[in-house]
């Protein structure tokens, strides 16, 4: 019972994560810079999500 704990923790994270993925295919099947695009503007926020949120740079 405290492994499903540990793994529910995670699971906005994965949907987080296969929400971008999803985004990046369907912008790569418009247009490739369109992709490339969706990929930067993924790994922004991705990155702004997993910042520590007191952290002083």
């Known amino acids: 019972m405290n492994k499903l704990k ?3 923790q995670y699971i906005p994270f994965v949907l987080i994560v ?10 790569f099947q ?3 810079q ?5 990929i ?7 990155a702004y999500i997993l ?3 007191g952290a002083n740079p």
């Open 30 to 32: 418009v247009a490739t």
């Open 40 to 46: 930067g503007i993924g790994l922004f926020g991705l």
């Open 51 to 53: 910042v520590p949120k």
């Open 18 to 27: 296969l929400g971008i993925i999803a985004i990046v295919i369907c912008a």
């Open 34 to 38: 369109v992709g490339w695009l969706a």
């Open 6 to 8: 540990n793994i529910s």
